[in-house]
């Protein structure tokens, strides 16, 4: 079986991106009408950051700052590591739980082209490994 990349993953959505002087309350609006769990926060085309929704929870709602005049490039994670698309996913899963991460922005050439979450990366090798399973026992059968 071929091994999947990481732009498998993330070949079908863009990167949600924000500038570092969005408001917290922009910046988790923006994540709820696109459905992710983080932005990246972009500055000239490049990344400066990451913003996710554990960062609002604990950087801004935990510690009393008002969402509505926080920026985010004063609570995202700024400069984060990131992982080339042609990477193998299992490579990128365990960079993220090794670091203690969630969500990693995506790059190729340089340039933004996504972010891969744990959730995402875990849902497509869960499908997978129940593929595997019902091949097994298919096999299983026929003896």
Do not use: W
Request: glycine fraction near 6%.
């Amino acid at each position: 079986m071929p091994q999947r990349l990481v732009r498998d993953v993330i070949s079908n959505r863009p990167p949600v991106s924000v500038s570092p002087q969005t408001t917290v309350r922009k910046a988790a609006q923006t994540m709820t009408l696109t459905g992710v769990g983080a932005v990246l926060v972009m500055e000239r085309g490049k990344i400066q950051g990451i913003f996710t929704e554990r960062d609002a929870l604990n950087r801004v709602l935990a510690v009393g700052l008002d969402p509505d005049t926080t920026p985010v490039d004063g609570v995202m994670t700024a400069h984060p590591r990131c992982m080339e698309a042609d990477r193998p996913l299992s490579y990128a899963m365990e960079v993220m739980h090794d670091s203690g991460f969630r969500h990693m922005p995506v790059t190729a050439d340089g340039e933004a082209v996504g972010v891969i979450s744990m959730r995402d990366a875990l849902g497509v090798e869960l499908i997978h490994l129940e593929q595997n399973v019902n091949d097994l026992e298919h096999i299983a059968q026929s003896l």
